[in-house]
């Protein structure tokens, strides 16, 4: 057997082995990319449109975008003086509350907060406990956020986020989009 | 493996190879039994339909988990969740065209097997329970298939399950009991279709099960192969890897492109219309037909149009249609011949090939509508179907005269190469394999 | 013994031949039993064969056709809004689309059902409530979903059209079917055949010599955008090529990627096939 007899052999063994690993990438690229969310689950995620009219100032609805909730809560004057007044080294997450509060664009007085209603650190919805600066507290590992959503203290490390939202109207809430009329 | 005589040894090299082969020796088993394990030398691509159907049970397998993650077994749901499949799962339509394409090749490759068996007399001593293990495979592919088609809730899933679930009832007495022990109801509903998806998922681990049983009884015995003659010397065998390794795989992937080219170009081919309609108690499709791998049983089914002494003609034809299941169970005992290879068998040769054409023709008549001369021919076939098994194989053991076998394997193989004046290996490494290092 | 063998088998073979033949002839005298009575013809589609896709032009003209006739009896539940983007329509033209329907949400926080325009991810609202509403305003007849009707409908092809079908392809029963049901109407039954009160005979039907149908397109149904002249035989092309997109959406995609894996699959195949022969060039076998 000359040498390059068993070179031509060897490259037909190494590029047969080649193709059988291509062949095997390509057909487990189905089989994982079907898990990821399906056509329906995705367009589905358009935002919602949602009437806040009876929200009054110091109570909270619950909105649900792609399966999720979010806390939709008006602020008593109390509340955002409360909020004002969280001095940056009592946050681990530090952001000034104004970026926090917003409200309809021809409304003078900014007064609502639209957050993730899931904390931070695993999940769970944190419920009201409205003493001094803390507002939400999480019954599963503790963490309190203040009424615009920041943490102060306890496991989770960042404040809770605020998803696109745009008032349509002085009544109506879009949350998904941060262009109004879309 | 006591007569078989092994290509090498498995000798662990490495640190972590020596501290596993004296705590569980699993890389042993797996050198011993796909990479030193003899094959004969004369294996030909019949037989290579055996590593195909282990790929395409794990093919269906797995085709089939991920679908169950998108499906959803509520009559009221579940074709919606089929469609939910084919129109918004990522790639969703090719895993679903690849499981139900994939059945009717399972089944394509298992009849090949089969026939394999019976052409090469695979079945006969001492590999009887190897055979049986096979039909036990056959019995549970076809429970498998058969639940898996309700499934999609359509029109042919639904009266077929009627229809299937309705054979119980030829039975007197116990019939109407077992079928609404079967249906979990009065009636094909919601907790049929619950059951049958929960067997569903599980028969197909039992069949692996058995696969693996199988495979051990195969390796105790060693192949057979097409002269039928047992293995006498190393000389007769070459090791499995790379030998049989490289030319299954060659087989597979020519299997796999013709899968693909139905699963790309031809995905409802083997379906049925009428199961893109959901499932209608109240409407009966025009023809009533199963999946195409079950028609030869169908027309043995209906092929039983009249009375036999007690046995109505209902009953008869259930029976008729599980005895043609049931007589594969015995087959090793129906037939007398010594000699194992039809091809030194010129009428059993003969018989076999009008059995395959039979076995077809059932299968085109159970397409039919069972009316005038499709019902007559199906009676005919019936018949042929079971004179082979009961009478012709018994007798023709007796009294055919087979040709004159070779002594080995590899005399067989040299002569034949001789004859043909066909690729001539020079010198001694003809002989044996093992002399070329 | 061979001799008689290759007789009882060449008997069967012309037996075999014989039978269509002879229940065609049976089928002129009495009323058939055999459906659809003609078989229908079969037409060019552009998403016929290997390389086979939709034409979008023909899609949008079968959507307003669809929309503009067929949605007043028939719904088309399982395609949504956001599909028709596979038209070739932009996302605006999508949502705009969407917005004229009224889609029923709800409920409120009154617990009422409320109306809204539709939106992308909706699904087409049928024209009924519910099945009985259906049947009540059809003569007791509901008019069939049409999302999946170009895969649910086909003809038997037989022995041996069948094997021939395997390689040329031929997936296309469905919408010939349909365009020979909608070009069907109109002719005379011949006179032996009983048209039952109220059906309206169609011979290529697949489920009887009549049907509740009353004939759905005359031709100049519809002004289609495109200028393209709406005959009756193009609005049935156009509603049959856009009902099969309904029904298999998915098919060009399934056919590109069947073409790479076939020449994969047949390259790996002559690779596997060369390293057979070195690995069994060592051993005669």
Redesign the interface.
């Known amino acids: 057997m000359t040498s390059d007899e068993t070179t031509r ?1 060897d490259f ?2 190494v ?2 082995g080649m ?2 690993v ?2 095997v990438a ?1 057909l487990a ?3 994982i ?4 969310p ?4 995705r ?2 995620g ?1 935002p919602v449109e949602i ?1 806040v009219s ?1 929200v009054e100032p110091g109570s909270a609805i619950i909105v649900t975008w792609r399966g999720k909730p979010y806390f939709v809560r008006r602020l008593t004057d109390a509340e955002i003086t409360a909020a004002s007044g969280v001095t940056v080294d009592q946050m681990k997450d530090p952001q000034p509350a104004d970026q926090r509060i917003g409200g309809p664009a021809d409304e003078a007085k900014k007064d609502w907060v639209v957050v993730a209603a899931n904390c931070t650190h695993l999940g769970c919805i944190p419920k009201v406990v409205d003493s001094g600066a803390d507002g939400w507290h999480c019954p599963c590992h503790g963490s309190v956020f203040d009424f615009t959503g920041r943490i102060l203290h306890g496991p989770a490390p960042i404040n809770l986020p605020q998803p696109p939202h745009v008032f349509a109207s002085d009544t109506n809430l879009i949350i998904g989009t941060d262009t109004a009329g879309a | 493996m006591s007569s078989l005589e092994h290509h090498g040894t498995y000798t662990p090299t490495s640190g972590i190879g020596k501290w596993i082969d004296a705590r569980m020796p699993l890389p042993r088993l797996m050198y011993d039994s796909f990479v030193a394990y003899p094959v004969p030398r004369n294996l030909n691509y019949a037989y290579t339909f055996g590593g195909i159907l282990s790929l395409m049970l794990v093919a269906q397998i797995l085709t089939g988990v991920v679908l169950a993650m998108h499906y959803t077994s509520d009559t009221g749901l579940a074709f919606t969740s089929v469609e939910n499949i084919m129109r918004d799962v990522n790639h969703g339509w090719l895993l679903r065209y690849m499981h139900a394409n994939g059945a009717s090749f399972f089944f394509f490759a298992v009849y090949l097997h089969i026939f394999r068996g019976m052409y090469y007399g695979s079945y006969k001593a001492p590999r009887e329970l190897l055979w049986i293990l096979g039909c036990i495979i056959y019995l549970l592919m076809m429970a498998t298939g058969f639940m898996g088609y309700v499934l999609p809730w359509g029109q042919m899933s639904f009266w077929g399950a009627t229809v299937i679930t309705g054979f119980f009832t030829a039975f007197p007495v116990i019939g109407d009991p077992i079928q609404q022990f079967l249906l979990g109801g009065y009636a094909v509903d919601n907790a049929t279709l619950n059951r049958f998806f929960s067997l569903h998922y599980l028969l197909p681990f039992m069949i692996a099960g058995v696969v693996v049983l199988h495979v051990w009884a195969l390796h105790v015995t060693g192949q057979t192969n097409p002269t039928g003659i047992e293995v006498k010397s190393k000389t007769d065998t070459v090791a499995f890897t790379p030998y049989a390794t490289v030319k299954d795989s060659f087989a597979m992937m020519v299997f796999f492109a013709i899968f693909a080219y139905f699963i790309f170009y031809l995905p409802n081919y083997l379906g049925h219309p009428d199961n893109y309609t959901e499932a209608n108690a109240l409407v009966t499709p025009a023809h009533i037909v199963p999946e195409w791998y079950f028609l030869p049983f169908y027309a043995i089914l209906r092929g039983i149009t009249f009375n036999i002494g007690p046995i109505d003609s209902k009953l008869g034809g259930v029976l008729a249609m599980f005895g043609s299941i049931a007589v594969l169970f015995v087959l090793p005992w129906l037939d007398t011949s010594k000699v194992r290879s039809a091809d030194y068998r010129p009428w059993y040769k003969l018989f076999f090939w009008i059995f395959v054409a039979d076995a077809i023709f059932l299968g085109w008549l159970g397409s039919k509508p069972a009316e005038g001369v499709y019902t007559s021919l199906a009676q005919i076939a019936t018949a042929y179907y079971f004179i082979f098994f009961l009478i012709i194989l018994p007798v023709l053991g007796l009294i055919e005269k087979p040709r004159r076998l070779p002594n080995s394997i590899t005399e067989a193989v040299l002569e034949r190469n001789r004859a043909s004046g066909a690729q001539q290996v020079t010198g001694s490494a003809a002989a044996s394999p093992e002399n070329r290092g | 013994m061979k001799n008689i063998i290759a007789m009882i088998g060449a008997a069967a073979v012309a037996l075999t031949l014989s039978v269509p033949g002879a229940f065609a002839a049976e089928e002129m005298a009495a009323q058939p039993t055999h459906f659809p009575m003609e078989e229908p013809v079969e037409q060019d589609w552009s998403f016929a064969g290997p390389f086979g896709k939709y034409d979008k032009g023909q899609l949008q003209r079968g959507l307003k056709v669809y929309t503009e006739v067929c949605s007043a009896c028939h719904s088309l539940k399982r395609v949504a809004f956001r599909n028709l983007e596979e038209l070739g329509y932009s996302e605006e033209q999508v949502k705009s689309f969407a917005a004229q329907y009224d889609i029923e949400d709800g409920p409120n926080a009154d617990g009422e059902m409320f109306t809204r325009p539709g939106l992308p991810a909706d699904h087409f609202p049928g024209p009924y409530a519910n099945e009985e509403q259906a049947k009540a305003a059809n003569n007791g007849a509901v008019p069939p979903d049409f999302s999946l009707i170009a895969k649910a409908r086909g003809v038997e092809r037989g022995f041996p059209q069948f094997i021939f079908d395997i390689f040329t392809q031929y997936q296309q029963g469905g919408p010939d079917y349909i365009h020979a049901l909608l070009t069907g109407f109109g002719q005379e039954p011949p006179a032996h055949l009983a048209v039952p009160e109220g059906l309206h005979y169609n011979p290529y039907f697949g489920a009887g010599v009549a049907l509740a149908m009353a004939q759905p397109l005359y031709g100049e149904d519809v002004t289609y955008d495109d200028g393209t002249p709406s005959t009756l035989d193009q609005e049935a092309r156009d509603v049959a090529a856009f009902l099969m997109w309904a029904a298999e959406p998915s098919l060009a995609e399934r056919k590109e990627m069947g073409f790479r894996v076939m020449i994969f699959l047949v390259v790996f195949s002559i690779f596997l096939y060369i390293a057979k022969k070195q690995v069994w060039s060592r051993v005669e076998h």
């Open positions: 052999r037909i063994y590029a047969t193709l059988g291509v062949g390509g690229w189905p089989f990319d079907q898990m990821r399906d056509a329906a689950v367009a589905a358009q009437d009876s």
